[in-house]
Nanobody, 122 residues
Framework: QVQLIESGGGLVQAGGSLRLSCTAS????????VGWFRQAPGKEREFVAV????????YYTDSVKGRFTISRDNAKNTVYLQMNSLKPEDTAVYYC???????????????WGQGTQVTVSS
């Protein structure tokens, strides 16, 4: 059974940067599309970014385009989320998960771990 483990979160000032990492134990995810999702206090979990397994095609939610970059290293079984120019509204728990399109939207498949907290102070 695969377990996804997120890391790299922390407290940063607005305008700062963080890099999140997502690793998989139990099996490789080199042939799986992987996404990052986040959940802010009092809000529903939302899609942030996704990267395909075959050609590395990426998609982002509009609010992070130009600031966040998702990438993957299949040899290390790791997916990254580089977050630059962070804003207070980026504050949330960030989760990685396998992803697929459902009803025209990127959706998580439910294999996420504990998540990693990102807090951006103003």
């Amino acid at each position: 059974q695969v377990q996804l483990i997120e890391s790299g979160g922390g407290l940063v000032q607005a305008g700062g940067s963080l890099r999140l990492s997502c690793t998989a134990s139990g099996r490789t995810f080199s042939r799986r599309t992987v996404g990052w999702f986040r959940q802010a206090p009092g809000k529903e979990r939302e899609f942030v970014a996704v990267i395909s397994w075959n050609d590395g095609t990426t998609y982002y939610t509009d609010s992070v385009k130009g600031r966040f970059t998702i990438s993957r290293d299949n040899a290390k079984n790791t997916v990254y989320l580089q977050m630059n120019s962070l804003k207070p509204e980026d504050t949330a728990v960030y989760y990685c998960d396998f992803a697929l399109v459902m009803d025209g939207r990127w959706s998580a498949m439910g294999s996420w771990g504990q998540g990693t907290q990102v807090t951006v102070s103003s």
